[in-house]
């Protein structure tokens, strides 16, 4: 027989034993399930980032509602909205930056519980306090036998627990100023499920008989855990501060300068979204460049950028009321061919040379996309460039033993059998994971659908139960460039997609 709640409180079940008891358990109960306790992981896999500070910054016990700030402040930071100069102005210093949240907390049934296990990891766990036992539920310990009724008080069980949950916390991680390289970030949040399991108990004495309510707490529970992760550059341009800017040379129409990956410096067509065009005007007066902030533009070698230095040919200034970029050492002008728009320092300008130069804004700070974390993040992580052919390397049987973007790049198990997927044109990725049939909660297919309706299946889904799937639509004209991968020496746990 089963028994339903309302539809704004918990519904439960009611089972009966088919054959005739003594004394014995003859009925149970079990509810829903609701999440005896909300887990959140925060971790940087490696010390160039450390933690600045946690909100909550403490424990806080159940039935606590309050309403409070987080946030912080630096005393200095870099900026150029303190000058009217525009992109003209140099990266200059302004007396603070502030930033700050409100976090209101009702916990309800629930105590957060905050462990820091270094300076790189914190999570906090919301953790079931009130009314923690099926025990505890109970609004009746006896009746008699003919008494057939739900022995648990459900309105002590809040809406927190099985619908709405929305976390409120606040982490905040600090690193050098001239921190270099990258740091992963890993946020891991799991809920632990388990129904409410109550019996009632048959009491037989001969002359008489009454039943007693009992509350279980040996039952299954099942956590279930979902990643993200992304990926902090401290070598990227927006970490000096500055707002990148760009050199057109006057003369054309359509011109920009622009560096190669060898540094070397050419005329092009100006594209705003292009990092090999912008350069951040730093507060000593160089032109750092935004596609690696380790070379600067060298009044003595203005055909390839130079590693940044304190040499005053690197240091430039704008002459009042015009377009010309002077350099501080030679105190000459930055000019260029009107045929090749080839770089030099000039006293004056000619009928072959320009010293006009204009400068505008661009825009490349835009956060890179990735997928979500499709699988577990369980194991070592490998991060991999997709190769020029475009392909996905794969070892696979009953799960993802391998993966990897060349074949002798695989990271994982050494069972399955290899294959490959073109990663050109892909349209969707929808992964499927669950309770594998040898063992652990496993990512067991990846299933690639093409923009021509194609499919490509890697893994198998027949050796999964209580399997979920997590899809990844790509946006028009996206396409994958890197890889995150989580393995371990049997099996291939996560992986993540970034895009270009």
């Known amino acids: 027989m089963t028994a339903r709640e309302p539809a704004d409180q918990l519904g439960y079940r009611q089972f009966g034993a088919s054959y005739t008891t003594l004394d014995a358990y003859f009925r149970e109960w079990s509810t829903d399930a609701i999440a005896q306790d909300y887990r959140f992981v925060f971790n940087a896999s490696n010390n160039k980032a450390q ?112 619908a709405s949950f929305v976390p409120k916390m606040d982490v905040i991680y600090k690193a050098s100023a001239t921190e270099t390289g990258s740091t992963d970030f890993i946020i891991d949040s799991s809920v632990n499920i388990r129904p409410i399991y109550n019996g009632a108990y048959k009491h037989y004495y001969v002359v008489g008989a009454h039943q007693s309510y009992h509350g279980f707490e040996d039952t299954p529970r099942r956590r279930i855990t979902k990643s993200a992760s992304f990926t902090v550059d401290w070598d990227h341009p927006v970490f000096t501060g500055g707002r990148p800017v760009n050199l057109q040379l006057a003369s054309f129409n359509n011109r920009c300068i622009q560096v190669d990956a060898q540094g070397r410096l050419a005329a092009n067509t100006c594209d705003s979204q292009q990092s090999a065009q912008s350069f951040i005007y730093d507060q000593l007066g160089r032109y750092v460049s935004a596609s690696n902030t380790k070379l600067c533009l060298d009044g003595e070698a203005l055909d390839a950028l130079q590693p940044c230095n ?100 695989l990271v994982g198990g050494n069972g399955g059998s290899l294959s490959s997927v073109d990663l050109s044109g892909v349209k969707s990725i929808t992964a499927t994971s669950g309770d594998f049939q040898y063992g652990g909660q496993q990512l067991v297919a990846l299933t690639f659908t093409y923009q021509d309706g194609r499919q490509q299946t890697v893994g198998s889904k027949a050796y999964v139960t209580n399997a979920h799937e997590d899809r990844f639509d790509l946006p028009a004209a996206a396409k994958i460039t890197q890889l995150k991968i989580w393995s371990d020496d049997w099996l291939v746990k996560g992986v993540q997609f970034d895009l270009n």
Request: aromatic share 10%.
């Open 51 to 162: 933690i600045l500070k946690t909100f909550p910054v403490d424990n806080i016990n159940e039935k606590f509602e309050r309403k409070e700030v987080s946030g912080f402040e630096l005393g200095v930071t870099g900026g150029v909205e303190v000058s009217g100069d525009g992109p003209k102005a140099k990266l200059e210093a302004r007396a603070s930056y502030t930033q700050s949240r409100w976090l209101t907390y009702n916990t309800q049934d629930y105590r957060i519980e905050r462990n820091a296990k270094n300076a790189q990891a914190v999570s906090f766990t919301w953790n079931r306090q009130q009314y923690a036992t099926a025990e505890s539920l109970l609004n009746r310990s006896t009746d008699a036998l003919w008494v057939n009724t739900y022995p648990v008080d459900v309105n002590r069980i809040s809406p927190l627990s099985y």
């Open 310 to 409: 304190q040499n005053l040919t690197q240091r430039w200034e704008w002459r009042k009321g015009t377009d010309e970029l002077t350099n501080v050492y030679s105190g000459e002008s930055l000019g260029h061919d009107k045929q090749t728009g080839e770089l030099g320092l000039y006293a004056s300008s000619n009928d072959a040379v320009s010293l006009r130069t204009i400068t505008a804004y661009t825009d490349v700070f835009n956060a890179q996309e990735s997928s979500p974390i499709l699988g577990y993040t369980q194991g070592k992580m490998n991060q991999q460039r997709v190769g020029q052919d475009h392909r996905l390397y794969v070892r696979a049987g009953a799960a993802i033993d391998a993966l990897g973007s060349a074949s002798d790049l």
